[in-house]
């Protein structure tokens, strides 16, 4: 049991995804016991037991499910007796009731180390982020300005983002400290694994970037997943103010409020210069 909970924590200290399943009830000759347990990890493969075959496939099945939505769900079986345990031929019977519940560290990736991704972190890291920042500059990539953050990646883009861990919990948000630089980051990470990917911007700045990279041959339905201009229409007009916005908007994806790559609900914001 001990190198269980140790795995759940490295799952969420390395900001990865998975879901834990536990027997809350049992009636009757169910070959599962109370509190057993069966992590479920995001490749699919398993550690602990609930009891054997009889009904774990199904969990695992759950299992992916809860992942996604980040909802836990309580399962119910009930098992005749012609229900077979394992390979050992056990007949299962009676009653179970088990318990899924969610094992993700949603983590922020944030692209720019200027004073909006700085309010950026802030907020985010208060709503449960783990926190990773780029740039391609180290005097903005460091512990100094971003002490919140799990990891610092200081360095050319190009040499940078082929060493993340990107997964289905990953939010992105491109905000570098120009237009070029927010261009390149977005063609790096088109096609990558992740819930969210958000540029801030001009709508005039994201139409002459979504056109430079349909030119290039990237794919309007690939840019579709893409929030930009970033943020929820909140009337936003500082660094906090914008931090919140965007914030807003991940958690909005995170819950299942909004689905990826509605623009109709992003909106341009005044954007102080950047740094």
Known sequence: MLELYREI????????????????????PTPGRECMKLLVRDD??????????????????????????ERPRVLRFELREDHVADDSGLICGGNL???????????????????????????????????????????????????????????EYRETIPKMRFSKAAYIVVVTRGHAHDEEVLERLIGVEARYIGMIGSQRKVRKVFEHLKAKGVSAEALAVVHAPVGLEIGAETHEEIAISIVAEMIQVRRGLARLGVQAMSVAVRIPRRV
């Open 44 to 69: 699919g493969t398993t550690r602990g037991s609930i009891g054997g075959g009889c009904v774990e496939a199904d969990v695992v099945a759950v299992a992916r499910e809860v992942m996604d939505t």
């Open 9 to 28: 924590a490295r799952i969420l200290e390395t900001g990865g995804r998975a879901a834990l399943a536990t027997v809350v009830k049992v009636v009757g």
């Open 97 to 155: 009731e088990i318990f899924v519940e969610p094992i993700v560290a949603p983590t922020l990736y944030l692209f720019g180390g200027g004073h909006i991704s700085g309010a950026i972190a802030r907020v985010a890291n208060g709503a449960g982020f783990r926190v990773v920042v780029a740039d391609d500059r180290e005097t903005f990539a460091n512990s100094k300005r971003f002490p919140m953050a799990e990891e610092l990646h200081a360095g």
